[in-house]
Nanobody
């Protein structure tokens, strides 16, 4: 699966952004799609995931209540609605696919988008 992320940008603290990830190729019901983020010098960290088949969602504690992950099976697309953004949310955001089920480690994900930069100013 090839992934193309978009939607990043510069936003003030408290603002919102919606990230999109377009998938080309077949995404199977058994797959999990996720968003990770990374800042310079740090490991890629889990943000949110969705089971492609059931739509079940999972979130990192630091985004619960602020971010919402969703998928559109007809459009083969993944989304991340980010509200109440904080300066510490500044990072490059990546979409990814796991063929081995839900995992919070980036090492379990085999397909990656190119990343989209989110910058939150204070």
């Amino acid at each position: 699966v090839q992934l193309q992320a978009s939607g990043g940008g510069l936003v003030q603290a408290g603002g919102s952004l919606r990230l999109s990830c377009a998938a080309s190729g077949r995404v199977f019901s058994s797959h999990v799609m996720a968003w990770f983020r990374q800042t310079p010098g740090k490991e890629r960290e889990f943000v949110a995931a969705v089971r492609w088949g059931t739509g079940g969602t999972y979130y990192a504690d630091f985004v619960k209540g602020r971010f919402a992950i969703s998928r559109d099976k007809a459009e083969n697309a993944l989304y991340l609605q980010m509200n109440s953004l904080k300066p510490e949310d500044t990072a490059a955001y990546y979409c990814a696919t796991s063929r081995s089920g839900l995992d919070y480690s980036y090492t379990a994900y085999s397909d990656w988008g190119q990343g989209t930069l989110v910058t939150v100013s204070s």
